[in-house]
């Protein structure tokens, strides 16, 4: 296939077009957030920015959705499903540890169910990566083997090139169909804009086979009473997290006789999260829900899905109110020794 | 800084406190609440413009499991929280071991240098930079530059507004909100063991992040606050979605003590606000 570039110009009016078709487009703004854009003079798209603090998985896995409706009419039950929600969506300016993340979850929503809703909005998306010209103490894509090139999760791919264009990649036949679509605006790569050189280096951190290692056999060890002391128990780290995807089921009443069955983020630190209806309660403490934390992160993911339950964006850490670094928590595992597998 | 240290030092040493909550500087030089439970500890605690946290968050999780005094630093609006907490019997003064430090302000953006524009509002009211009582006292005050109080002016902005523009105002404000309860969990005067979120016979508050939950979440929060916020700015800080959280609760210290003449905090020996009444209450509410 040959080679193509893109202008900024042009991005613009293909969302212009994209937006008057109906189709939602969830784009960076000039606040370096993401958010639905309601027209193509919002869409900012800054390589060298930092990781927006929430990442856009709530447009693929909504902080509350409903699963049903009830009605009761006397001694009837009428239930209703929700209008499923078929618009098209396009991401734009997906940082590689953001569109890493939905293949990722991907997993766990189509394992023994599969999630409809998940999957509906995911089938209908298409998402635009960019690679990425950031990097501070908190980035880690590089030691779970992601890059800020790296091209999971997006069907196509954008790389900064000077005059603020972009060179153009497909990755997938969604995003082929996509450029085919908007060849108009696609140009054909003359090599006339050099690409932007990347000016920060990414170091490596740690191996995450060891830190897996280390997992599977430390479950009992006493760097867990210190490693999540301090944590609060809050939820700022799943909620602004792109892999994190625990959620509750609850039923909620609206008016007398009717209401919905909601399907809502809940998170592992939440102190509720695992207590049994007996009371009991498993992690008891936060020490305990943050090694549940770690532990799901690095080492019950791979087992099961065998990818890292996470990509490296560092949002958990930038926003943690208590500053608990979880690159700093990993590097530290990677330096215990192997079979220290003992209660001390 | 030493002095701090080895003020810590020789408490543990001497056992004046089983162990201390304060701050250290990790290898990234964030600053970050942390327990220093041997006298080799106390050699990483540390204190600067940086050291924001509120460590009494911590006293309700930690004052069960202990023999012996629980050691905290604290500046001087961190002790209000303490002294709110021993008001309300959460505590007793005498488990504490309390190091004060004199403070020259703290930043509202930990990722930033400390400066008039990066200091936080509750610098510029602070009564005392030296914290009214402690055990040992560390630290020199530095005068500092102070902010300004953009709060002010949007508090007065909103006073202005009429019952459904103050409505649309919050209602925005609270869309955002993902129901993640960093502001409850930061707050040292939550410590309630079971949150009214949390309550489902009945459930008085829904539990999802939907307008009418999150609008009765946050509401509920800033009520149960009234008059026993202490005003140390971490619900805001923590909040990930930037939510004026301290909007409500500071105006509602606001009205507090305009209409009671009290500020909660401030006295180991009055008795709180909510947990009192005197026959000279106003009762103007009940019509
Ligand atoms: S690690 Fe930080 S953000 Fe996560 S629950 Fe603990 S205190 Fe909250
Ligand atoms: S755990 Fe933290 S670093 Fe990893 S994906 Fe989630 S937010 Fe990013
Ligand atoms: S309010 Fe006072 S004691 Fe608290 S941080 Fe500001 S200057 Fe320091
Ligand atoms: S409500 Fe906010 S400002 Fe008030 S005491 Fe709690 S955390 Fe501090
Ligand atoms: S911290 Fe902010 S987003 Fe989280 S529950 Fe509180 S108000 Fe909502």
Not at chain 1, 295 to 320: A, I, N, P, Q, W
Not at chain 2, 3 to 32: S, W
């Amino acid at each position: 296939m040959e080679e193509l570039i893109i202008s900024n110009d042009n991005l613009k009016k293909i969302v212009h077009e994209l937006l008057n078709n109906d189709c939602r487009v969830i784009g960076t703004t000039a606040e370096n957030k993401f958010k639905e854009i309601e027209s193509a003079d919002e869409l900012v798209l800054n390589p060298g920015s930092v990781p927006t603090g929430s990442s856009f998985k709530e447009y693929f896995f909504p902080k509350t959705e409903p699963l049903f409706f009830y009605k009761q009419n006397h001694s009837n039950v009428d239930l209703f499903d929700p209008i499923p929600d078929k618009s098209k969506i396009v991401v734009l300016g997906a940082k590689p540890c953001d569109a890493a993340a939905l293949p990722i979850i991907s997993k766990v929503f189509n394992w023994d169910y599969k999630d409809d809703l998940f999957n509906s909005r995911l089938d209908n998306s298409l998402i635009i990566g960019m690679s990425c010209h950031y990097s501070d103490e908190f980035c880690f894509c590089n030691d779970i083997g992601g890059s800020p090139e790296n091209m999971k999760g997006s069907d196509v791919f954008l790389k900064p090139l000077a005059d603020n264009y972009f060179k153009v990649t497909s990755i997938t036949p969604k995003g082929e169909a996509f450029i085919k679509e908007y060849q108009k605006y696609f140009e054909k790569d003359l090599g006339k804009n050099k690409p932007i050189e990347r000016k920060v280096e990414n170091p490596k951190h740690f191996d995450y086979d060891k830190v897996k290692t280390w997992l599977d056999n430390n479950f009992e060890n006493k760097f867990w009473d210190t490693a999540g002391e301090m944590c609060l128990g809050c939820a700022q780290c799943a909620f602004v997290c792109p892999t994190c995807h625990c959620f509750d089921i609850i039923d909620e009443q609206n008016g007398s006789c009717a209401g919905r069955r909601a399907k809502n983020w809940d998170a592992c630190q939440f102190s509720l999260f695992t207590k049994h209806a007996s009371g009991h309660n498993p992690r008891d403490n936060q020490e305990k829900r943050y090694r549940q934390r770690i532990s799901h992160k690095f080492k019950y993911y791979m087992d099961k899905f065998d990818e890292v339950l996470c990509t490296g964006c560092g949002r958990c850490s930038r926003g943690c109110p208590v500053s608990l670094d979880i690159l700093q928590v990993v590097e530290e595992i990677n330096s215990l020794p192997e079979n220290s597998n003992s209660i001390q | 800084m030493n002095e701090l240290k080895q003020i810590c030092k020789d408490a543990l040493t001497e056992k004046k406190a089983r162990f201390i909550i304060g701050y250290k500087e990790d290898k990234n030089k964030r600053v970050k609440p942390f327990i220093a439970k041997t006298p080799e500890d106390a050699e990483k605690l540390t204190f600067s413009h940086h050291a924001v946290n509120n460590l009494a968050v911590y006293l309700s999780r930690f004052k069960n499991n202990i023999d012996g005094k629980i050691g905290i630093v604290v500046k001087s609006c961190d002790l209000k929280a303490v002294t709110a907490l021993i008001q309300e019997n959460q505590i007793k003064r005498d488990d504490l071991f309390i190091i004060g430090v004199n403070c020259s302000g703290v930043v509202l953006d930990v990722a930033k240098e400390f400066n008039k524009d990066n200091t936080q509002i509750k610098c510029k009211y602070c009564q005392a930079k030296t914290p009214p009582y402690y055990d040992a006292l560390a630290e020199e005050s530095k005068e500092f530059e102070m902010p300004d109080d953009d709060q002010a002016e949007l508090m007065a902005k909103i006073d202005k507004m009429t019952a459904e523009e103050r409505l649309e105002f919050w209602n925005a404000e609270f869309e955002k909100c993902i129901k993640c309860y960093a502001c409850r969990q930061v707050c040292p005067m939550c410590y309630c063991e079971k949150c009214i979120v949390e309550k489902s016979e009945p459930q008085w508050i829904d539990s999802s992040s939907t307008s009418r939950g999150n609008f009765s979440w946050n509401i509920i929060r800033a009520f149960h606050q009234a008059g026993r916020c202490i005003g140390c700015h971490e619900c805001e800080r923590a909040c990930p979605m930037g939510i004026p959280l301290t909007l409500l609760t500071r105006k509602m210290g606001m009205v507090a003590f305009s209409e009671f003449g009290y500020r909660h905090g401030t006295s180991l020996t009055e008795p709180t606000l909510i947990g009192t009444y005197s026959t000279s209450d106003k009762e103007d509410f009940i019509k």
